[in-house]
């Protein structure tokens, strides 16, 4: 008589208790999708508040939408490539002005970036020394980042009243820098006034993430220079700033992008029609739009923003990218 010995596979296929194919695939799907359905409702919300609305504006750039049509603005006929082409056409007015917008918020974001990142490594650097009195000077540094954006604005507006602000008491009353109290808020001054607040506001988050990055740099590196003989300009160029590389490089971008892209700061300063010499492309675009009426160029100028911004990342990224391949082969 033969006896059949089952095997380990008919084993477990025969016991309920250690099947595990079949029914531990469901579960495990289950765990693996829980996190995106967790996510789906703020990808609903994101989808819901940012691009939604960019592809109406899109839209709306190709139609020549203006207060005739805001009630029902689907019924706005279209206009093809008409609004982008005077936007582009730097021979007419509409697009000389955008032109001379755009060349000023170049200007305002290079300068207002250089400085905010210069001030803010500086004071980082200079925060690493323990001394009496740091924690309160840090959490100083930190106030302009942490006001609301309108609290400390409208300060500045007063500051810089002609009459009784304190910018033209110091300068003009204490220190007699100049012959007479200037206009800072209409004429040439309004650029230097609006990159003062924007430096003043900005700052501070660069010294918050260049004093984060300053936190991985081991000290021995530091302890090694100062044994070979490096001096403090040469710690600084071989070692503090290399290893800020990449903590700069995320910097830089957030920085250009916040400060290119600044509405709250040059309207709560200046309000609705700006001077010409602090005419920075978010309010130009936000006059061609609930100014003058004319949504479809509104759209399309800020279509042509979206771009441009679009291509400056990419370039951007792609530089950096290949600089780190660069350094590291």
């Not at 703020?42 to 592809?55: D, G, R, S």
């Not at 839209?59 to 603005?73: A, C, G, H, N, P």
């Not at 697009?95 to 990142?117: D, K, Q, R």
């Not at 924007?198 to 936190?215: E, Y």
Request: proline share 5%; charged share 15%.
């Amino acid at each position: 008589m033969t006896t059949t010995v089952p095997t380990e596979a008919a084993v477990r296929r025969s016991s309920p208790g250690t099947a595990d194919g079949p029914r531990r695939r469901p579960g495990r799907i289950r765990r693996i999708g829980l996190p995106y359905l967790l996510l789906l409702p703020a990808l609903l919300l994101e989808l819901l508040v940012h691009l939604v609305p960019m592809v109406i504006g899109i839209v709306m750039s190709f139609k020549e939408l203006t207060q005739f049509y805001i009630r029902d603005w689907t019924t706005a006929p279209w206009n093809g490539l008409g609004n982008y082409r005077m936007s582009v056409d730097f021979n007419a007015p509409v697009g000389e002005a955008l032109l001379h917008s755009f060349l000023v918020t170049i200007a305002f974001t290079l300068l207002s970036v250089a400085l905010c990142w210069l001030i803010g490594t500086a004071a980082a650097i200079y925060m690493q020394d323990t001394f009496r009195g740091r924690g309160l000077l840090r959490a100083l540094f930190l106030v302009p980042y942490a006001l609301p954006v309108y609290t400390a604005v409208i300060t500045w507006v007063f500051m810089f009243q002609h009459d009784n602000g304190l910018v033209n008491h110091v300068l003009h009353d204490q220190l007699g820098l100049t012959d007479k109290p200037s206009f800072w808020l209409i004429g040439d001054n309004s650029f230097l006034a609006l990159l003062t607040v924007s430096v003043w506001k900005g700052w501070p988050f660069a010294f918050l993430i260049v004093m984060a990055g300053l936190q991985n740099i081991p000290k021995e590196l530091y302890e090694a220079a100062a044994l070979d003989g490096a001096g403090l300009w040469q710690r600084l160029r071989r070692i503090t700033l290399p290893s800020l590389r990449p903590v700069n490089q995320v910097l830089v971008l957030v920085l250009f992008l916040w400060t290119f892209n600044d509405f709250n700061t040059p309207y709560v300063l200046f309000g609705r029609t700006a001077p010409q010499a602090a005419d920075l492309i978010s309010v130009h675009i936000y006059q061609a739009s609930f100014v003058t009426w004319n949504f479809g160029t509104g759209s399309a100028m800020s279509v042509l923003l979206l771009l441009f911004l679009l291509l400056v990342t990419g370039g951007y990224l792609w530089l950096t990218s290949r600089g780190r391949r660069t350094s590291d082969v």
